[in-house]
Structures are given as structure tokens and as C-alpha cells.
């Protein structure tokens, strides 16, 4: 699966709750976009520092799965 999938999951499964939307905007060249929206009212520093943690704690066990 994706980071963008695993994010996903994240939502749904209320380990992050804060997003609203998450959307893959890359490229064909390879540029990675990723746009997150965000609930009404919802901090975007919250936000970014839940997605960063989620994302290094995925990639961790993934190299060593």
C-alpha cells in the first residue's frame, strides 16, 4: 500500500481524526503531492505532527517487516 493509503487507514480508523480529506495531486514525472484538508477548526501544526509521527512509524516497520 501507499503512504497515502496508510494515511487513509489512519482516518478511518480514528488514529488520526483531525483530516477531512486526503488526496494524491502527483505527477506523472514523479513529483509527490500530497494535499491534506483539514476539519473545521482543526490546528494544522496538530496535524502535521500527527501525519509526520504516523508516516516515520509506518516506514519503520515496513524496512523491517
Known sequence: KTIIEKIVEAVKSK???EI??????????????????LKKGKLSDK???????YVSFV???VTSA
Open 15 to 17: 488514529v488520526i481524526e
Open 59 to 61: 516506514a519503520q516497520n
Open 47 to 53: 496535524v502535521i505532527g500527527q501525519v509526520t509521527r
Open 20 to 37: 477531512s480529506d486526503i488526496r494524491d495531486e502527483s505527477d506523472r514525472d514523479e513529483m509527490v503531492r500530497v494535499v491534506i484538508e
